[in-house]
């Protein structure tokens, strides 16, 4: 089983960042990817960035260039530094590790809401 516990979301203005953190415990293994998604209010839940076990990274045309995902393998956490943040921004969050040894295997975090003021 692996448990993911994100942090880092609240209330910023446009133009602002934000990073998000989370960690992750129970089964992992470094050579599995890792992203974030978001999800606005009645919508389904969007890819954001990607990560994966080697640090090649990829995201949605809305956030490149704004957006930073890393990870730390030795803390087994992953990161998404969110700059010149925009009102359109505004979503819950959420950290996705994904176990490539068995199925694959989705694993997700609680959800982190992010608000970004205009």
């Known amino acids: 089983q692996v448990q993911l516990v994100e942090s880092g979301g609240g209330l910023v203005q446009a133009g602002g960042s934000l990073r998000l953190s989370c960690a992750a415990s129970?089964?992992?293994?470094?050579?599995?990817?890792m992203a974030w998604y978001r999800q606005f209010p009645e919508k389904q839940r969007e890819l954001v960035a990607t990560?994966?076990?080697?640090?090649?990274?990829n995201y949605a045309a809305s956030v490149k260039g704004r957006f930073t995902i890393s990870r730390d393998n030795m803390k087994n956490t992953v990161y998404l530094q969110m700059n010149s943040l925009k009102p359109e921004d505004t979503a819950v969050y959420y950290c996705?590790?994904?176990?490539?040894?068995?199925?694959?295997?989705?694993?997700w975090g609680q959800g982190t809401q992010v608000i970004v003021s205009s």
């Open positions: 129970g089964s992992i293994s470094s050579i599995n990817p």
């Open positions: 990560i994966t076990g080697s640090g090649d990274t």
């Open positions: 996705n590790y994904r176990d490539i040894r068995v199925g694959p295997r989705d694993y």
